[in-house]
C-alpha cells in the first residue's frame, strides 16, 4: 500500500508539517485536540494498549538532572529553595511526556529501546498538555526579578537546556492525589476522553511481530491505526513501512 499522499495538506492546514510520520499515513487529529506521540519499549507499550492507561512519571524519576533547576544555582539560599521544591514537587506531582513527532532517530535511541520499542500516537485535548521550552542558559537573577512567583514555577516546570530540543516534548502535569496508586507505588493515568490512542508505531527493529500488535490494538482500540517505522533510505529519519499502511480517505 502506497502512502496516503491527500492527507498531508488536511495536516498542514492544521499547523502541522506536511513531513510528519504520520502525515502521509493518517488523519489529522479532530478540532480541539492535538496530536502527540509517546515512545517506550514493546513490553511497556503492550500493557498500555491492554490496560488503556499510562504510567506518570516522576520527577526525580526523569532523565535529565536539571528538572526544576532551570534558575541559575549560585546563591546558597536560591539553591536550597530550588532543592526542596524539587522534592515538594516529586511528592505531589506528576507528569506525561509526549513527543511532537516519532521521526527522530535519536528519540526512538533514548525512548524507544533503541528503535525495538513502541510509539504510542494519542489525541490529546487542547489545554491539556503544555509545550516545553528551551533555552541556553538557566533563568538568572535580573530576569527572574521581572516575574512573579507563579511565572518562576511555571518556568521551572517548562524549561529544559537546548540539546533536549530533539525531544519536541510537550508534558501533561498532574496531581498524584488524585491518582490511583498501583503496583508499587507507580501512578497511572488511564486513557480517557481527553486523551485518546490513535496511531501505534513499532520501531524499526521492534522483535514483537507486527502481526500481534495490530491484533491487540484492533480488539482494546479499534479505532487506532497500527503501522511499523522503517529506516529511511535517502535521509536521517525513521519513517512508515508502506506495506503496512491502511488507505484512508481524506474527509475534510
Not at 498531508?8 to 506521540?37: E, H, I, N, Q, T
Not at 492525589?177 to 503496583?183: C, G, R
Amino acid at each position: 500500500m502506497a502512502y496516503n499522499e491527500h492527507l498531508r495538506p488536511l495536516w498542514v492546514a492544521k499547523g502541522y508539517s506536511r513531513d510528519m510520520g504520520s502525515a502521509a499515513v493518517v488523519p489529522p487529529p479532530p478540532d480541539g485536540f492535538r496530536r502527540l506521540y509517546h515512545l517506550t519499549s514493546a513490553e511497556y507499550a503492550i500493557s498500555n494498549i491492554v490496560f488503556s492507561r499510562l504510567k506518570v512519571a516522576r520527577f526525580k524519576s526523569l532523565n535529565d538532572p536539571f528538572e526544576l533547576l532551570a534558575r541559575t544555582t549560585l546563591r546558597a539560599e536560591i539553591r536550597l529553595g530550588l532543592e526542596e521544591n524539587k522534592n515538594k514537587l516529586n511528592d505531589e506531582r506528576g507528569l506525561l511526556c509526549f513527543s511532537e513527532d516519532w521521526t527522530d532517530p535519536v528519540l526512538w535511541a533514548h525512548y524507544g529501546d533503541r528503535h525495538r520499542g513502541i510509539c504510542l500516537g494519542f489525541d490529546v485535548e487542547d489545554g491539556l498538555a503544555r509545550k516545553v521550552s528551551y533555552r541556553k542558559a538557566r533563568l538568572g537573577d535580573v530576569e527572574a526579578r521581572t516575574k512573579d512567583d507563579g511565572e518562576i514555577l511555571d518556568a521551572l516546570l517548562y524549561t529544559k537546556y537546548e540539546s533536549w530540543r530533539y525531544e519536541q516534548e510537550w508534558r501533561v502535569l498532574l496531581d498524584l492525589v488524585h491518582l490511583t496508586s498501583q503496583e508499587g507505588g507507580l501512578h497511572f493515568y488511564p486513557f480517557d476522553s481527553r486523551l485518546k490512542l490513535t496511531e501505534v508505531v513499532l520501531g524499526a527493529e521492534c522483535n514483537t511481530t507486527f502481526e500481534e500488535v495490530r491484533r491487540l490494538v484492533r480488539i482494546h482500540h479499534p479505532s487506532a491505526n497500527t503501522i511499523k517505522a522503517r529506516i529511511a533510505s535517502g535521509s536521517f529519519n525513521i519513517v512508515p513501512k508502506e506495506k503496512t499502511i491502511i488507505a484512508h480517505r481524506a474527509t475534510s
